[in-house]
């Protein structure tokens, strides 16, 4: 099975940034879908912003214009740049690998204070 592992998270303070990492145990280079989940404390995950190999980019709109997704597929990495965070971004992010066929990571916690 294809594994995922998140890491980056930690403690930071309103307004500062984190860049999150998920390193594959295979291939990205040609997987159509990837894509970031969080969790924030007591609600559901829901969805953070994916990439695509046409390539395009899609974010929710609660994170556009401050987070960034970018791969390095020689690394079979996957990235999330996130700028300005704010308390109400705290949550487990999750990463995702394909669509119908998905692969998740076990999540890193972020947590944002002020």
Do not use: H
């Amino acid at each position: 099975q294809v594994q995922l592992v998140e890491s980056g998270g930690g403690l930071v303070q309103s307004g500062g940034s984190l860049t999150l990492s998920c390193a594959t145990s295979e291939s990205i280079a040609g997987v159509y879908y990837m894509a970031w989940f969080r969790q924030p404390p007591g609600k559901e995950r829901e969805f953070v912003g994916s990439s695509t190999n046409n390539p395009s980019v899609y974010y929710a709109e609660s994170v556009r214009g401050r987070f960034t997704i970018s791969r390095d597929n020689a690394k079979n990495t996957m990235y999330l740049q996130m700028n300005s965070l704010k308390p109400g971004n705290t949550a487990v992010y999750y990463c995702r690998r394909g669509v119908s066929q998905a692969y998740w990571g076990q999540g890193t916690q972020v947590t944002v204070s002020s």
